[in-house]
């Protein structure tokens, strides 16, 4: 028998079939000693699902509860014991809440939602409804231990026991009716954002939403359904045609042109985050997006006015590789010390900071477009993108010059 070693001999390269093979009470000491690596633990506790020899059952207990062993294994460790009662008054006690190692807020809220703690429901509702998640995971921990509860004590109770006051519980609703095959377009009237995001993701019949566009009891409504229609469909005719009979409503943001407009809606309304005003993702299937710039011309372009300038400019960077790391939507060509900023997004230019007067007078003479402080400054409003943990509205120059890391 090939031991757990050689079974596992490096990080993220187990052998799966070996260690389902494998004795159950060996994996069980493994998992218990402290002393082995977390990333060889692990596995074998998942490799001891359905298997469990009952004398560890205390000892696995006992690394569950110590708030100094891995959370890694400590969440594997809840998951394979969610059957185990016993585990409930510990992980109902108020002492949970100051634990803050990683993911173990969410697997606590999990494993009573498992061991069909109804106490725990909200709390699962509103980690089921987070931000950067666009669809139910049964692997979720919010997502599974709502299921558990379903499964225990039926859909009604839970949904009884939730209300609608949050919109955590009104999207969770949703989703119940959606399983139960009901119909949910009313839901894309739903005063918040991401509700009625999640309803229109869950459409299914076309010609309910070609009807619902008449009896829709908000602008914002009739528009979620159109963009669901055409999430359906792929009919941009159709949804020109729509967006037309709606008054081809928008945002307007003050200050915001239509260049720079149309080069912003069509780079990031298309993946907003869900509290987006719908109309932006509306406007970007419905409108002509701007000829997608050549940015290698684009950077030989500005690089050659710099120098003819006078300007000596170092090599262009992608904004990952001046920041070492991540990506985003522009080049820095640095000259004297000041790094110029060059949007992928079209002939945009700007400085970190105050820029030399030739620079500017050199990238208009190749054709960009200078974006000073004041229309950088401009906030589109209603478009909220994801940057460094947040899902907001950005400004004009935060878009068109972006950097995540």
Not at 3 to 19: H, K, M, N, V, Y
């Amino acid at each position: 028998m090939r031991s757990i070693e050689d079974l596992i001999p490096r990080a993220g390269s187990d052998d799966t079939a070996g260690l389902r093979e494998a004795d159950a009470e060996e994996l069980a000491r493994y998992v218990v000693d402290r002393g082995h690596p977390w990333w060889r633990r692990r596995p074998c506790v998942i490799a001891l699902t359905g298997r469990v020899p009952e004398r560890y059952v205390p000892e696995l207990i006992a690394c569950v509860q110590d708030p100094r062993d891995t959370s890694e294994v400590r969440r594997s460790l809840l998951d394979l014991l969610a059957d185990r009662v016993e585990l409930l008054p510990w992980l109902r006690h108020e002492e949970r809440a100051a634990d803050t190692s990683y993911g173990m807020g969410e697997a606590f809220l999990k494993a009573r939602g498992l061991l069909g703690d109804r106490t725990a429901a909200r709390g699962l509702a509103t980690l089921a409804a987070s931000p950067q998640r666009s669809a139910r995971d049964a692997g979720d921990a919010g997502d599974a231990g709502l299921d558990g509860l379903v499964d225990r004590y039926g859909a009604d109770a839970i949904l009884a026991e939730l209300g609608e006051g949050r919109p955590e519980d009104r999207e969770f609703h949703v989703w119940m009716r959606h399983r139960a095959d009901e119909d949910v377009t009313d839901a894309l009237a739903d005063p918040d954002r991401r509700v009625a995001y999640v309803a229109q993701s869950l459409a299914t019949d076309a010609d309910r939403l070609r009807a619902y566009l008449d009896e829709a009891p908000t602008t914002e409504a009739k528009v979620w359904a159109a963009y669901a229609l055409y999430g359906l469909t792929e009919d941009q005719a159709e949804a020109k045609a729509v967006y037309d009979r709606l008054g081809r409503p928008r945002v307007e943001v003050e200050g915001l042109d239509e260049e720079l407009r149309r080069a912003i809606v069509h780079a990031y309304a298309p993946g907003c985050e869900r509290p987006s005003d719908p109309r932006w993702r509306l406007e970007a299937v419905c409108t002509d997006p701007p000829a997608r710039p050549d940015v290698d011309d684009q950077l030989r372009r500005a690089t050659a006015a710099l120098a003819a300038a006078g300007l000596a400019p170092k090599p262009p960077v992608s904004c990952g590789e001046d920041n070492q790391q991540g990506d985003g939507t522009y080049h820095v060509i640095e000259i004297g010390g000041d790094p110029l900023l060059i949007s992928t997004l079209g002939p945009f230019a700007t400085a970190e900071e105050d820029a030399p007067d030739a620079a500017r007078c050199a990238l208009a003479s190749a054709g960009f477009r200078w974006i000073d402080e004041e229309t950088g400054a401009i906030r589109v409003t209603d478009l909220c993108v994801y940057s460094f943990g947040r899902r907001d509205s950005l400004t004009v120059d935060a878009l068109l010059f972006f950097w995540q890391d």
